[in-house]
């Protein structure tokens, strides 16, 4: 069966549900207690009609030392429990940054994802960045340390992450 990754004019909280079978928590980092961004840009696969695989991303603002550029932040990445492991999540990633990367003056992706799923972007390219993010959120005065994992991956040629801390000069995506 062939999986064609359409651009989906939006993404409700209904179409996650209909991906991830619902439920309070369906990515597993409620814990984290953090406020998301929404994505602007959103990539799925549907089988018989049923939405079974989502990605999108938004441009984010990013800091690290005295350098300041922008990045294509990827979130939202599902797809149905009962289709995991057919490599429906690296359709919609590669989608989503393949787009990204279109926009043309994006050198770098991010991700937050939990540890457990390092492994799973490591094979589709992303790198763990050991030095850490901050984030904004609404109730801090200060950003905050991102408790999952961050990752990149390069969008263009020769990219590379510039070391320290990096800053994201927004909400997590």
């Known amino acids: 069966m062939s999986d064609a990754v359409i651009r989906l004019p939006h993404y409700t909280l209904a179409e996650r549900d209909e991906i991830t079978g619902g439920g309070a928590d369906p990515f597993g980092v409620a814990s984290a207690g953090l406020t998301w961004r929404d994505k602007d840009a959103h990539f ?5 009609g049923r939405l079974v695989a989502h990605a999108g991303w938004v441009r984010v603002p990013l800091s690290a030392g005295s350098e300041r550029w922008h990045a294509a932040g990827l979130g939202g990445v599902a797809v149905a429990p009962d289709l995991r492991g057919q490599g429906l999540a690296r359709l919609v990633v590669t989608a989503a940054m393949e787009h990204a990367r279109d926009v043309g003056d994006l050198a770098h992706g991010l991700l937050f994802c939990l540890p457990r799923l390092t492994t799973l972007y490591g094979r589709m390219g992303w ?5 850490g993010v ?7 005065d200060d950003p905050v340390p991102m408790p999952l994992r961050a990752m990149w991956t390069p969008l263009t040629e020769g990219a590379k992450w510039p070391t320290g ?8 995506m």
């Open 165 to 172: 801390e990096a800053r994201l000069h927004s909400l997590p």
């Open 44 to 48: 799925g696969i549907r089988r018989q």
């Open 134 to 140: 901050r984030v904004e959120q609404p109730d801090a």
């Open 127 to 131: 790198q763990v960045l050991d030095d």
